[in-house]
T-cell receptor, first 116, second 115 residues
Framework: NAGVTQTPKFQVLKTGQSMTLQCAQD?????MYWYRQDPGMGLRLIYY???????DKGEVPNGYNVSRLNKREFSLRLESAAPSQTSVYFC???????????????FGPGTRLTVL | AQSVAQPEDQVNVAEGNPLTVKCTYS??????LFWYVQYPNRGLQFLLK??????LVKGSYGFEAEFNKSQTSFHLKKPSALVSDSALYFC?????????????FGGGTRLMVKP
């Protein structure tokens, strides 16, 4: 199993450009998440998808959109990138509900994004 | 609303000595608590969790954590630190009425273990 995979690993954008960060998981998890990591601020939730077909805003959703393409894939789009979106982005997934509803989240390796 | 505080940006410890990384939390319901570790240029790896039951939770790599409800704390501990334990550690909390399993993370504590 590859676990959670993310592409690309690195990206440099100019202000105003758009891009999509891709995430996929092969663990049959129902929930998926996008976080950003900034120094001293831990991880902050951007958007999440509790199950296929649903998405909800997290703590810092402004400037982002998401698509839960199917159960495996959850993409994050920056429509018009800004320098404040320079960060490391992590995708995560977890299995929620059933016999063990409090499962941990599994994280991808991250995408390091710089917006000039 | 749920929140987590990690009061120390960095913890320094000598190899072989015990280590503690502190975490306090705030939730309106029952807390579910997690510790993760992040090595340089990597994603977060799960270490351990407290859901219910015994207040002392044992996890990966010899780490353990003690849940203290009265002090709303969940400190990470290890009896004997290794240089390879040097990494960034995150505490996270989830409330029991959180249907989306959303976690709130602390700001992280960098653990430096010196030989």
């Amino acid at each position: 199993n590859a676990g959670v995979t993310q592409t690309p690993k690195f990206q440099v954008l100019k202000t105003g450009q758009s891009m999509t960060l891709q995430c996929a998981q092969d663990m049959n998890h129902n929930s998926m998440y996008w976080y950003r990591q900034d120094p001293g601020m831990g991880l902050r939730l951007i958007y999440y998808s509790a199950s296929e077909g649903t998405t909800d805003k997290g703590e810092v959703p402004n400037g982002y959109n998401v698509s839960r393409l199917n159960k495996r894939e959850f993409s994050l789009r920056l429509e018009s990138a800004a320098p404040s979106q320079t960060s490391v982005y992590f995708c995560a997934s977890s299995s929620v509900g059933g016999l063990n509803p409090y499962n941990e989240q599994f994280f991808g390796p991250g995408t390091r994004l710089t917006v000039l | 609303a749920q929140s987590v505080a990690q009061p120390e940006d960095q913890v320094n410890v000598a190899e072989g000595n015990p280590l503690t990384v502190k975490c306090t939390y705030s939730v309106s319901g029952n807390p579910y608590l997690f510790w993760y570790v992040q090595y340089p240029n990597r994603g977060l790896q799960f270490l351990l969790k407290y859901i219910t039951g015994d207040n002392l939770v044992k996890g990966s790599y010899g780490f353990e954590a003690e849940f203290n409800k009265s002090q709303t704390s969940f400190h990470l501990k290890k009896p004997s630190a290794l240089v390879s334990d040097s990494a960034l550690y995150f505490c996270a909390v989830r409330e029991d009425n959180n249907a989306g399993n959303m976690l709130t993370f602390g700001g992280g504590t960098r653990l430096m273990v010196k030989p």
